[in-house]
């Protein structure tokens, strides 16, 4: 059963940074797309970042130029978001999509609250 493991998150101010961690097993790590995704209360869950198995990144508009995505040869996924805001405050999830069949799986989540 796959496992993903999220940590880092917690209480910052705005402008302020926080690395979040996820770590994975139990999968083929070559095969697999990465990513987090966040939900912030009453609000639809929404993509943040992924990365492919080839180290192709995609971001979400509003944090272009504020986070960076990346992942190790250990099976870590890491989101290194600087220069927070406010309206980042939410629930950050760590997926992981097979690219052999599509099939996603998710973490419990981290919350990571901004204060002004």
């Known amino acids: 059963q796959v496992q993903l493991v999220e940590s880092g998150g917690g209480l910052v101010q705005a402008g302020g940074s926080l690395k979040l961690s996820c770590a994975a097993s139990r999968i083929t790590w070559r095969f697999s797309t990465m990513g987090w995704y966040r939900q912030a209360p009453g609000k639809q869950r929404e993509l943040v970042a992924t990365i492919t198995s080839a180290g192709a990144r995609n971001y979400a508009d509003s944090v272009k130029g504020r986070f960076t995505i990346s992942r190790d040869n250990t099976k870590v996924t890491y989101l290194q978001m600087n220069s927070l805001k406010v309206e980042d405050t939410a629930v950050y999830y760590c997926?992981?999509?097979?690219?052999?069949?599509?099939?996603?799986?998710w973490g419990e989540g981290t919350l990571v609250t901004v204060s002004s």
């Open positions: 997926m992981r999509r097979s690219e052999i069949d599509g099939v996603a799986n």
